[in-house]
């Protein structure tokens, strides 16, 4: 089974029941020390139960990796995700991915992508799937994204 079809299995699963967040956000808080770094080991953790990660570089416990820009790497670098540029089309199983220079970082699932400029994703920002808008809402305190990741389907 190819990770873009584990990842469609993932999603199906958000879709049709919303504890599978609730619980990797749970773990997420159980394991990794402080708010900031739950997003990336929201997303690892709902990458492991589907069997697409952990090949990254360990350095969170339980396998989880905390640290977003070490995680995006990992998913391009070592399990073959291609970078998708903003602007492109994005699709259901992407992985949204914002690095900001003033070290502001986050990481989600976009669960639905029928409405590019605002998906329905998955994160460790809210307990149900909900709308998050690509460009960024200082209102909502949302950084920009800054590109997505695709998994591949071979």
């Given at each position: ?58 350095s969170g416990s339980g396998d989880l990796q905390p640290w977003v820009p070490t995680l995006a790497l990992d998913l391009q670098n070592r399990q ?75």
């Amino acid at each position: 089974m190819s990770q873009s079809d584990k990842v469609a299995s993932l999603i199906s699963s958000l879709e049709t029941n919303i504890a599978v967040l609730s619980y990797a956000q749970n773990i997420a808080t159980a394991i990794v020390s402080g708010p900031a770094n739950h997003c990336a080991a929201t997303l690892s953790a709902l990458l492991v139960f589907f069997g697409i990660y952990p090949y990254g570089a360990f350095s969170g416990s339980g396998d989880l990796q905390p640290w977003v820009p070490t995680l995006a790497l990992d998913l391009q670098n070592r399990q073959g995700w291609s970078q998708i540029v903003l602007g492109a089309a994005i699709e259901s199983g992407d992985v949204g991915v914002v690095l900001l220079s003033s070290g502001i970082h986050h990481i989600y699932l976009v669960v639905d992508a029928t409405d590019q400029l605002q998906p329905v994703i998955a994160d460790n920002q809210n307990p149900n799937l909900h709308i998050r808008t690509v460009g960024g809402d200082p209102a909502q305190n949302w950084s920009p994204t800054s590109y997505f990741l695709r998994a591949p389907s071979v």
